[in-house]
């Protein structure tokens, strides 16, 4: 969610812009499985994780919609497929 208020004559954002996903049961299955280690895709994924709300809705800012994106790039390992598993047919539907 983006705000805004006026300081000082100047415009202040807090808080950049998010694109909102609604995943399907399989998709959060998806991203909920478990993550072994404490890499940085791993804490990654769990803050994947605790963004996914109950109804499967989750909202990322623009970095972490990027960073889903560079991680799907790279096409090899269980943390990427888990992504494409989660967020492909999302993305598919953006960017159609």
């Known amino acids: 969610m983006q705000t805004h208020s006026h300081a000082g004559g100047w415009l202040v954002?807090?808080?950049m812009p998010e694109t909102t996903f609604?995943?399907?049961a399989d998709e959060v299955a998806a991203l909920?499985?478990?993550l072994n280690g404490a890499g940085g895709?791993?804490?990654f994924g769990r803050s994947l994780q605790r963004a996914v709300k109950a109804n499967?809705?989750?909202s990322l800012?623009?970095?972490q919609l990027g960073r889903v994106i560079r991680h799907i790039r790279y096409t090899t390992g269980g943390f990427e497929s888990r992504l494409i598993d989660a967020f492909g047919r999302s993305l598919r539907d953006i960017l159609a």
């Open 13 to 15: 954002w807090s808080g």
């Open 22 to 24: 609604n995943l399907s």
């Open 32 to 34: 909920m499985r478990p």
């Open 41 to 43: 895709f791993q804490s």
């Open 56 to 58: 499967g809705e989750i």
């Open 61 to 63: 800012t623009d970095a």
